[in-house]
């Protein structure tokens, strides 16, 4: 469903010349799969992450969605077409409410209930009575933050969704419930997941692993395949150097 | 009246019809519709254009409407009301001004809102300013409030101006008594080649006083604002005042915010942040789906709730 080709993304260096962020990467997503991108930081997961979004534009290579050539498309086109990111860092908002902001993923067209709302945040272990109402400000927790950004993908429920470390500040007891909700989002419907994470446990429920280090693809397959080489010390690891 | 002049009730006082409780409805430069009740008074003025409101002691749940609606091309007027607000009261009084300008020349309130707030009351006030019609005649405010808080008493003020206005200076000072508290927030946005300014002073005499004064404006297009706000911690007391402003295109906002401590007690904080939309927050919305115009919207809209 997606492919990125030759993928390159390059920025104006410090002194002179460009800095290569994304290096010629070729990966393909296919429907109903589940991949995880892991690999040291600073590697160029991200990045790659909002350029499928379209936040960034590539210096070179193309992306295709179901066949089409969506490389010139904006975010909104994107979006629209069926993807979702999740940001690493959650954007805040001063006056946006919560309920707001889930309304606004579900499709600024519908009026969502209030309690179907609540069912998306309960998924990420928010009690919804007490946020549903709060405003997506700098009173919220950072881990509160991130959550209510996991439901707002989740809400979306589009054909693509792609996770920036959503596991990132988040408690052991929502870990646990996380790990759960993007088993069901995999089981009980036909959407492909892309989780950026460093999380073993992640790793652990995905179907494929991509490991990214240096802006290039270092190795990618099936997770039988690549997590005990990744497991076996990330010192000695082929994968990280 | 006619359908522009419920309109614009509509719009400054939330009316489709008239309220329930105490009011006074001014058209047009004339008092038009009238009520009071047993514990609220409302008497014209004989020495000069407006009127007094008068409010018993003890008065409780009890809300008063002042409404005034211009919508006479070229009509300028200044206005006085006065609130006398009794000991151990606790009213909503709403005022507001809409003003439709269809003509050439242009149309101009001036309302002077005086606040005498006894002992242990709590007033919510709410004031709107609106402003409709295309015509090349400006359409100009200027709210003056003036502030007098009792001890133990608590005013709660709401300003709100989101549309249409060409031309405001408003301006408000309060004075506090012991114990006295008082929230002001103020939301205004500006487009086209407005002008709005808006002046508080507040002096905060009485041991134990408090004042929060909270602006959100938004400034769009060649429109420019300018924002002053002066707080005088004149006893043990606590200040806050906060002014956080988007600006948009080409337009300008000032933020002049001035605290002065005059006792040792005074505890006083002041707040300015000025901006354009965060970038972030446009492309979170637009990955939801939205276009950039659209998020826009919602990231201003959200602003000024
Ligand atoms: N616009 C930019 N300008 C300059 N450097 C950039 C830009 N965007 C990213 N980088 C750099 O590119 C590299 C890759 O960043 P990226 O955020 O994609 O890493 P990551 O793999 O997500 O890391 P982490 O695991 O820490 O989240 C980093 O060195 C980063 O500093
Ligand atoms: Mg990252």
């Known amino acids: ?21 994304i290096k010629n990467i070729n990966l393909t997503f296919k429907e109903h799969s589940f991949t995880v991108i892991t690999g040291p930081n600073g590697g160029g997961k991200s990045t790659l992450a909002r350029l499928i979004m379209g936040i960034e534009r590539p210096t070179a290579g193309r992306i295709l969605w179901n066949g089409t050539d969506i490389t010139e498309k904006n ?64 009173s919220l927790s950072g881990g509160e933050l991130k959550r209510i950004e996991i439901a707002s993908v989740i809400a979306r429920n589009t054909p693509l969704s792609v996770f920036d470390e959503p596991e990132a ?44 280090a240096n802006g290039c693809v270092k190795a990618k397959g099936a997770r039988e395949e690549i997590l005990p080489e990744l497991l076996s010390g990330t010192e000695s690891c082929k994968y990280y150097q | ?53 008068v409010i018993k002691p003890g008065t409780r749940r009890e809300s008063v409407h002042i409404p005034v609606v211009l919508s006479q091309s070229g009509l300028k007027e200044m206005v006085y009301n006065d609130f006398y607000v009794g000991d151990d009261c606790d009213v ?25 707030i006894g002992r242990n009351s709590r007033v919510k006030y709410v004031e709107k300013h609106y402003g409709s019609g295309d015509g090349r005649g400006g359409k100009i405010m200027n709210p003056q409030t003036v502030i007098e808080l009792g001890e133990n008493s608590f005013m709660e003020m709401e300003t709100v101006q989101i549309r249409g206005v060409d031309s405001t200076r408003r301006s408000t000072t309060a004075a506090l008594a012991e114990n006295a508290k008082l929230v002001i927030t103020e939301r205004l946005m500006t487009h086209g080649k407005q002008y709005a300014e808006s002046s508080f002073q507040v002096d905060l005499n009485g041991t134990g006083s408090s004042a929060n004064l909270i602006s959100r404006a938004v400034a769009r297009d060649d429109s420019r604002q300018l924002f002053l706000a002066k707080i005088n911690g004149n006893s043990r007391c606590a200040g806050h005042s906060e002014c956080d402003a988007i ?59």
């Open chain 1, 1 to 21: 469903m997606l492919e990125l080709k030759n993928l390159c993304f390059q920025v104006p260096g410090e002194d002179t010349g460009e800095k290569e962020i």
């Open chain 1, 75 to 138: 975010i909104t086109e994107r979006a629209n077409l069926g993807i979702s990111f999740a940001f690493q860092q959650p954007v805040r908002f001063k006056g946006i409410k919560v309920k707001d902001l889930i309304s606004l993923s579900t499709g600024a067209d519908k009026k969502l209930s209030i309690a179907a709302a609540c069912d998306y945040l309960s998924k990420v272990g928010l009690c919804a009575r007490d946020y549903i109402d709060r405003e997506v400000d700098a």
């Open chain 1, 169 to 212: 500040g988040i408690d052991l007891w929502s870990f646990n419930n996380l790990i759960k909700v993007f088993e069901e989002l995999h089981d009980t419907s036909s959407n492909s997941l892309i989780i950026i994470s460093h999380q073993e446990r992640i790793l652990n429920i995905a179907d494929e692993i991509v490991v990214i």
């Open chain 2, 1 to 53: 009246m006619d359908e522009i002049q419920k309109n614009l009730l509509e719009q400054v006082a939330g009316l489709h019809e008239v309220p329930a409780g105490a009011y006074n409805i001014r058209a047009n430069g004339a008092s038009v519709e009238r009520n009071t009740t047993a514990n609220i008074d409302i008497v014209t003025k004989d020495d000069k254009q407006g009127i007094d409101i």
């Open chain 2, 92 to 116: 909503t009084i709403i005022a507001g001004c809409g003003i439709h300008n269809s003509g050439d020349s242009e149309s101009r309130h001036d309302g002077i809102h005086s606040f005498y």
């Open chain 2, 247 to 305: 600006i948009m295109d080409n337009a300008k906002i000032s933020a002049v915010p001035e605290i002065t401590a005059n006792h040792l007690d005074a505890a006083l904080i002041h707040e300015a942040a000025i901006g354009k939309i965060a970038g972030d927050q446009i492309i979170k919305l637009m990955t939801l789906g939205l276009t950039e115009a659209e998020a826009e919207e919602q990231i201003i809209n959200g602003f000024l709730k």
